[in-house]
């Protein structure tokens, strides 16, 4: 039996959300606390700035007139470059850190350490 569209669907999809509206609002509540954890946790602006580009999608939900999908699109090109440079200069600093820290000779753990190995 085949059931009509109308039957199918509760409410009109949006064009420009592939989710519907419960689906993406739980979606954004997730990114925000799963993001929201990540820059509590590591004080990291690249968390701040993919936690809004996450929320941002929501503006699709409210309004999809052309002006406020254009600023939407800005929006997120330019949140998801600065995420990702600020990204990678996070790992280049980490990697940085690393290498003096096992450059760095130990002080008075060697002392101690060494203090019975006679």
């Given at each position: 039996?085949?059931?009509?569209?109308?039957?199918?669907?509760?409410?009109?999809?949006?064009?420009?959300?592939?989710?519907?509206?419960?689906?993406?609002?739980?979606?954004?509540?997730?990114?925000?606390?799963?993001?929201?954890i990540y820059l509590i946790k590591q004080k990291t602006i690249q968390h701040l700035l993919l936690l809004l580009a996450c929320d941002l999608t929501f503006i699709t939900q409210i309004n999809t007139s052309k002006p406020a999908l254009t600023f939407l699109f800005i929006a997120e090109v330019v949140l998801l470059l600065g995420a990702a440079v600020f990204s990678i200069k996070y790992s280049r600093d980490q990697k940085a850190a690393e290498k003096e820290k096992k450059k760095a000779p130990k002080q008075n753990g060697d002392a101690v350490d060494n203090a019975f190995e006679d």
């Amino acid at each position: 039996m085949l059931m009509s569209l109308t039957e199918t669907t509760t409410a009109t999809q949006n064009v420009f959300t592939p989710f519907p509206f419960a689906m993406h609002l739980g979606f954004c509540i997730a990114a925000t606390i799963v993001y929201g954890i990540y820059l509590i946790k590591q004080k990291t602006i690249q968390h701040l700035l993919l936690l809004l580009a996450c929320d941002l999608t929501f503006i699709t939900q409210i309004n999809t007139s052309k002006p406020a999908l254009t600023f939407l699109f800005i929006a997120e090109v330019v949140l998801l470059l600065g995420a990702a440079v600020f990204s990678i200069k996070y790992s280049r600093d980490q990697k940085a850190a690393e290498k003096e820290k096992k450059k760095a000779p130990k002080q008075n753990g060697d002392a101690v350490d060494n203090a019975f190995e006679d």
